[in-house]
């Protein structure tokens, strides 16, 4: 059997900790999932098997078994146990906070001459027009003001 350079030495309070996680059911399928192959990698464990014969039980990937051992032993229980949460979202929100005040209090201004009021189409004109945000649809609007509970009506 190969040198192990991560080892699982599992204490009494995480143990339970995990089979607690196992036993209740309420918890997300892959977290149970990650318990169940912790538990398995604990040095401590009687009916320890290598991690090919972990991956083949629980039906997934080697490098997956690796990934969970090298979580735990640098980081811990929690991050074996959960997904890695991404820093920043992989596309920029085109809405920020700042875009949506500006469209709030556009709205809660007089309506351009000509028109009695907003229309969710207008609004979105004009936020284009004014340059608060380069392209926006009317939908996209609709949906920053019923955030508010603002109506148009």
């Known amino acids: 059997m190969p040198k192990v350079s991560y080892v699982v030495d599992l204490s009494e309070q995480e143990r ?11 918890s997300s399928a892959k977290r149970i999932l990650h318990a169940n192959i912790l538990l398995a990698l604990d040095e401590n464990n ?3 098997v290598s991690s090919p014969v972990i991956a083949e039980r629980f039906n997934v990937h080697r490098q997956t078994v690796q990934t969970i ?4 032993a ?10 890695k949460h991404r820093s920043k979202p992989p596309i920029e929100p085109k809405l ?9 209090a556009l709205c809660c201004s007089n309506p351009p001459k000509g028109y009695q009021r907003w229309t969710l189409r207008l609004v979105a004109d004009e936020a284009i027009r004014l340059e608060i945000v380069e392209s926006i649809s009317h939908m996209s609007v609709g949906r920053i003001l019923k955030k508010t509970n603002l109506s148009l009506i």
Request: no cysteine.
């Open 16 to 26: 339970i900790k995990l089979l607690k996680i196992i036993n209740k059911g309420t």
């Open 46 to 48: 009687p009916n320890k």
């Open 69 to 72: 051992r090298k979580n735990y």
């Open 74 to 83: 640098t980081k811990g229980v929690e991050a074996a146990l959960d997904r």
């Open 96 to 104: 920020t906070g700042d875009v949506e005040a500006r469209i709030i």
